[in-house]
């Protein structure tokens, strides 16, 4: 709408400068699309609402989503051959990089 309404404003400053008036013979008329401004008002309207919906319904999806949790599978087995270390890491074992658990 906002659109519509700028076109109509610089077409009528187009005309004005020109020296033209509407109701002269020879001003050029006014060019008729296949939509008017009542229908760009529509449409506007109608994908706002569209859009909103849209948001909502993501919103409530996602929420849902999130609400449920994930699951998290079973732990592997504990193999033995996964934690092989013939020696000690120079910056020792309960470090950053390497946790020493209570079952080892």
Do not use: Q
Not at 21 to 47: I, V
């Amino acid at each position: 709408m906002a659109a519509s309404m700028a076109r109509s404003g610089l077409r009528s400053a187009s005309l004005l400068l020109r020296g033209g008036t509407k109701g002269r013979a020879g001003a050029p008329t006014k060019r008729s699309f296949s939509s008017s401004a009542h229908d760009d008002a529509h449409e506007t309207a109608k994908w706002e609402k569209i859009t909103y919906a849209g948001i909502v319904t993501c919103t409530i999806l996602a929420i849902y989503n999130l609400s449920k949790g994930h699951h998290h599978g079973e732990e592997p087995p504990a193999y033995p051959y996964l934690h092989i270390r013939n020696k000690e890491f120079p910056w020792g074992p309960n470090s950053l990089f390497e946790k020493k658990h209570a079952d080892h």
